[in-house]
């Protein structure tokens, strides 16, 4: 993998990080917190380019791919935005784009856009994280068309959004892989109920009840009864871009805390020259790079075959996951008591990396993950010499 940019992605990068230093200060954070996201901040963000960045040119976007994804993901982490880029343009994008589906494509031009604002609506209260748990029916209607019931949870951007992709199974039990498929409902659709909830670093999330939900035979996308291996790529595509993101939070927050250190005297002398305080910045500096690098893995291997792609995923959000909590941690640690104030940002810093540790499958969740693949490996037959790698 190059780990070069090319001149498009430093410009990019230059012009997320010129734009949010100017634009989102920890101040105007604060009350975009208090206000809930802003529809005006997202149209600045689809008027820069950002929102499209990922999605292909025949999608309305920039022709790029996840790097672009984690380029702009790292730098919100950075500035701790609370639009939600990664439900909206990465996990809903990819959805749209991996679904193949043409009816789709004017959708997904108005998400590059910043006029559409759609979420996928999948995760339940009963599957733990896992993909493949749909318990949500869907059933034909008399007229022709759908009729969707259940229950969606923790549904990231749902109060912003104007529609959602739902995931809704029409044969099996949860956990079959066949059966499921995508339906795009408006979020003003009837019998569709919003319950919005507020997440640990202020953003939103929402619960979902579809109770009798009555949907056009349109509404339909993607292969029917077949949508399982779009939401696995979208979601692999989605954790990604969130290992990026806690990758801008763990840097400024190293930063912020050696600022601190040089500035906060005891005994005559900066604490910056104690050399166990040095010791415990040198292990933070160590968790960020191990971060950055198994995230770029994760990036390799997103064009690789399911299995590769979701091991090399679930290693990173483990990784990911164990050094946040230790960055964040120890930034809180030396700033003493200030750090955990609400008026100082770096108590702000570790709820962000806290709800990434989190979101999308805790790290226990993803260890049982690379559990299964390497006992689904073993148990097949190889000749010998072959040697399976998983990445």
Not at 25 to 54: I, K, Y
Not at 107 to 133: I, M, Q, T
Not at 189 to 213: F, H, I, Q, Y
Request: proline share 4%; net charge negative; hydrophobic share 45%.
């Amino acid at each position: 993998m190059d780990f070069e940019l090319n001149d498009e992605q430093r410009m990019l990068k230059d012009s997320l990080r010129n734009t949010l230093d100017r634009d989102y200060s920890f101040e105007r954070r604060n009350a975009r917190v208090a206000a809930g996201p802003s529809a005006e901040q997202w149209r600045t963000f689809a008027d820069m380019g950002w929102l499209g960045a990922a999605l292909p040119e025949e999608a309305g976007g920039f022709g790029g791919g996840p790097i672009e994804s984690a380029l702009v993901a790292e730098e919100f982490g950075r500035r701790l935005v609370i639009e939600p880029y990664v439900a909206i343009a990465v996990l809903a994008g990819r959805t749209l784009v991996a679904c193949a589906d043409a009816a789709m494509v004017p959708l997904a031009k108005r998400l590059a856009e910043g006029a559409a604002r759609p979420v996928l609506a999948h995760s339940e209260y009963a599957a733990g994280s896992r993909v493949d748990w749909i318990d949500t029916r869907v059933a034909e209607a008399p007229a022709g068309g759908w009729r969707l019931n259940g229950r969606k949870s923790a549904v990231w951007g749902a109060p912003f959004a104007d529609s959602y992709l739902v995931s809704a199974r029409s044969a099996g039990e949860p956990g079959d892989r066949s059966g499921v498929s995508l339906f795009h409902v408006p979020a003003d659709a009837k019998g569709l109920t919003l319950t919005p909830v507020r997440l640990v670093d202020g953003s939103w999330a929402g619960e979902l009840e579809l109770a009798d939900v009555i949907l056009p035979a349109e509404a339909r996308f993607g292969a029917p009864d077949g949508a399982m291996e779009v939401l696995e790529d979208a979601y692999a595509h989605a954790i990604t871009a969130l290992c990026a993101d806690a990758v801008g939070a763990m840097e400024a927050a190293l930063w912020i805390t050696r600022d601190y250190l040089q500035t906060r005297h005891q005994f005559g002398q900066p604490i910056g020259s104690f050399q166990a305080l040095q010791h415990r910045m040198a292990d933070m500096v160590i968790e960020l790079e191990l971060s950055r690098s198994i995230t770029y893995r994760a990036i390799a291997y997103l064009g690789s075959d399911a299995r590769q792609r979701q091991h090399a995923v679930s290693a990173a959000k483990v990784q990911i996951g164990k050094s946040a909590k230790f960055v964040g941690g120890a930034a809180i640690q030396l700033h003493g008591a200030i750090g955990v104030t609400e008026e100082y940002i770096i108590g702000h810093y570790f709820k962000r990396l806290t709800l990434i540790d989190l979101a999308f499958g805790s790290p226990a969740t993803h260890l049982g993950i690379m559990s299964e693949l390497r006992a689904a490996v073993s148990a097949v037959r190889e000749p010998a010499g072959v040697v399976r790698n998983l990445g």
